[in-house]
């Protein structure tokens, strides 16, 4: 593959830093045989102990070890109790910054990403990984089996790796689905994109 893996240093800037830095970047999840590639299309920034909306703003538990760990690794939690979500930890070890993964362009292994949704073959790309919830269903992440999974290493099944894609154009709006810190302009996107997780046009 023609694309190197994000390397463990460029996540230890803060986590309105690397929100941006993902977009465009390639997620892979290799299931069985086959390579899911996706392109990272929309995140959201959380700033740990400095952010009420951060899971980690109560400090460090059993929970949130991962985010409080070296940066680069997936923390996967589930929300309502049914869709598991994708977060990479950043800043350096003992500072809890993450970024939501918040949407995804599938770009390799549609059908089996709607297999994984329990769609039909034809189902257009936002339906399989617009959303988080939706993308973890798509690329079949589990907390069970990938939360602390370190994203840098060519070993893990879950990548993010680096094409040379160019983002030419980025908004940048009020995170969304929170009701804490709701005001505060850390949502990233590749702006009008189809594959986006809510709406195709955004202030920036």
């Known amino acids: 593959m023609n694309a190197k893996l994000v390397p ?22 290799h299931q069985g045989k086959e390579a899911l590639v996706t392109r990272i299309v929309e995140t ?13 703003f109560a400090g460090r538990t059993a929970r949130t070890e991962v985010l409080f760990g070296p940066p680069g690794h997936a923390y996967v939690y589930r929300i309502y109790g049914l869709h598991a979500c994708l977060n990479v930890s950043c800043e350096p070890p003992g ?20 297999v994984n949704r329990n769609l039909l073959p034809t189902a257009k790309p936002a339906q399989l990984t617009a959303g988080p919830g939706r993308l973890c ?12 999974m370190d994203l840098t290493s060519p070993a893990s099944d879950l990548q ?3 094409d040379g894609f160019i983002t030419e154009q980025i908004a940048i709006t009020p995170r969304i689905g929170i009701t804490k810190a709701a005001e505060r302009l850390l949502r990233y996107t590749l702006a009008a994109h189809p594959c986006l997780s809510r709406g195709r046009y955004h202030r920036g």
């Open 95 to 114: 500072h809890a910054g993450c970024v939501l993964i918040r949407a995804l362009e599938p770009l390799a292994g549609l059908a089996r990403m709607a």
């Open 137 to 148: 269903q798509a690329l079949a992440i589990t907390r069970a089996t990938h939360n602390g």
């Open 44 to 56: 959201e920034a959380y700033f740990g102990l400095n952010d009420p909306a951060a899971h980690a």
């Open 160 to 162: 993010i790796r680096d």
């Open 8 to 29: 463990r240093a460029a996540y230890l800037e803060p986590p309105d830093h690397v929100a941006r830095m993902l977009l465009g970047k390639l997620l892979i999840r």
